[in-house]
């Protein structure tokens, strides 16, 4: 596609449901990272995949999040039984390698209420 | 581990005027890129102008430029003629070679007409 892709744009959830959230990069783009937004705050780095093998995990905040990329192309990014502190902007961005320019995408703004 | 300070939460600045942004940052590393992206109020960040610590020269792109100040850490970002569409929030962020992006907290930028 022309950009990177994820939906749901907004998600609201229940405090205790599971969510997935999706991200669709740029065709080719063999490196795709998500990062966790806090509002009024700076992404920080969750997770980082190159083609299907998820290279760094170093980011998540807890075992309650989970992420794959089984085809190396779309992943997803699961969080299992969302708390209120979950609640953030989850951006995606891909790229040709890991030196290369990143695309973002627009994000899922995630609410747990 | 690597850092990225803005210390400006937020600034305005008159439409046609110019204004800087601040940035400082900590890496032990010496091969380090350093980015500037803006964030509008639909989420996707765009890159603004980047720049590489080998380089000497400052990044310029039509009517942002930087001053890369390697020895001082320190990398601001010009924004001259300010327009009302460059009202966003701006990040400054760091990324060493292979690793991943490292972003500030961001600055909001408000272009007043």
């Known amino acids: 596609g022309a950009g990177v892709s994820q939906s749901p744009r907004y998600k609201v959830a229940k405090r205790g449901q599971d969510v997935a959230l999706r991200c669709d990069p740029i065709?080719?783009?063999?490196?795709l990272f998500w990062y966790q937004q806090a509002l009024g705050q700076g992404p920080e780095f969750l997770t980082y995949?190159?083609?299907?093998?998820?290279?760094?995990k170093s980011g998540l905040p807890s075992d309650r999040f989970f992420a794959e990329r089984p085809e190396g192309s779309v992943s997803t990014l699961k969080i299992q039984r969302t708390q209120q502190e979950d609640s953030a902007v989850y951006l995606c961005?891909?790229?040709?390698?890991?030196?290369?320019?990143?695309?973002f995408g627009s994000g899922t703004r995630l609410t747990v209420v | 581990a690597q850092t990225v300070t803005q210390s400006q939460p937020e600034m305005s600045v008159q439409e046609a005027e110019t204004v800087t942004l601040s940035c400082t940052y900590d890496?032990?590393?010496?091969?380090?890129?350093l980015f500037w992206y803006k964030q509008p109020p639909s989420r996707q960040m765009i890159l603004v102008i980047r720049?590489?610590?080998?380089?000497?020269q400052n990044a310029t792109e039509n009517r942002f430029s930087v001053n890369f100040q390697k020895a001082a850490k320190s990398f601001s970002l010009k924004i001259s003629d300010s327009q009302l569409g460059d009202t966003a929030m701006y990040f400054c962020?760091?990324?060493?070679?292979?690793?991943?992006?490292?972003f500030g907290a961001g600055t909001i930028l408000r272009v007043k007409s």
């Open positions: 961005a891909s790229s040709l390698g890991v030196d290369r320019p990143y695309t």
């Open positions: 065709s080719g783009h063999v490196s």
């Open positions: 995949f190159q083609n299907e093998a998820q290279l760094d």
């Open positions: 890496t032990s590393e010496s091969n380090y890129y």
């Open positions: 720049q590489e610590a080998y380089k000497q």
């Open positions: 962020a760091l990324r060493q070679y292979g690793n991943k992006l490292v």
